[in-house]
């Protein structure tokens, strides 16, 4: 099972500044196969990334990702107030499909 | 538009089994994989496992080998999440999530709103 760990815990910023979340792995993912999800409280998930670094539908520009093998990012360029929420990493290439326990992005 | 409607809150006695719907809409069925992940209070997501609706093939996470089943019909493009032998570790929000594309490897794009499932004696 490839564990993903998340750091930091939580992220303690304000708008208008940059977000850098990252996302290690266990054991090399193929960065196809890496992806960032957004989850407010109460809500489902929302999927930001995909394949490490492609944009999902309808997400914007500020959102970003990158990386490869077992160390990944996701940037926010410039927070919105909306953007204040926690975020998870996944790995889909190999089965378990595992998430990263997540990183709470709150305002300062 | 593409949507997810999962079936109400459930409260169950500790060994009892659990039932959950995912009704699709918006989309052709058989054309993507379902995947179920719950999330417990307070805490990060869990993948189950997922149901491909075409063939009705599964693929269950080791922990939850023996006490899940995941079925759907295809009649009704619903898919269902039945875990059995339930226990107040069990007590989560249980989600449905559809692939993003047609494979067993693909991150999960739409996402049902969640079905609370209360473990309690």
């Known amino acids: 099972e490839i564990v993903l760990t998340q750091s930091p815990g939580t992220l303690s910023l304000s708008p208008g500044e940059r977000a850098t979340l990252s996302c290690r792995a266990s054991?090399?993912?193929?960065?196809?196969?890496l992806a960032w999800y957004q989850q407010k409280p109460g809500q489902a998930p929302r999927l930001l990334i995909h394949?490490?670094?492609s944009r999902a539908t309808g997400i914007p520009d500020r959102f970003s990702g990158s990386g490869s093998g077992t160390d990944f990012t996701l940037t926010i360029s410039r927070l919105e107030p909306e953007d204040f929420a926690v975020y998870y990493c996944?790995?889909?290439?190999?089965?378990?499909?595992?998430f990263g326990q997540g990183t709470r992005l709150e305002i300062k | 538009q593409v949507q997810l409607v999962q079936s109400g809150a459930e409260v169950k006695k500790p060994g009892a089994s659990v039932k959950v719907s995912c009704k699709a809409s918006?989309?052709?069925?058989?054309?993507?994989?379902i995947h179920w992940v719950r999330q417990a209070p307070g805490q990060g997501l869990e993948w189950m496992g997922w149901?491909?609706?075409?063939?009705?093939?599964?693929n269950y996470a080791q922990k939850f080998q023996g006490r899940v089943t995941m079925t759907r019909d295809t009649s009704i493009s619903t898919a269902y999440m039945e875990l059995s032998r339930v226990t107040s570790d069990d007590t989560a929000v249980y989600y449905c999530?559809?692939?993003?594309?047609?494979?067993?490897?693909?991150?999960?794009?739409?996402w049902g709103q969640g079905t609370l499932v209360t473990v309690s004696s």
């Open positions: 999530a559809r692939d993003l594309v047609y494979s067993t490897s693909s991150p999960f794009d739409y």
């Open positions: 918006g989309y052709i069925f058989t054309g993507y994989y």
């Open positions: 149901i491909n609706p075409n063939s009705g093939g599964t």
């Open positions: 054991q090399s993912v193929s960065s196809t196969y």
């Open positions: 394949g490490a670094s």
């Open positions: 996944q790995q889909y290439g190999s089965s378990p499909i595992t």
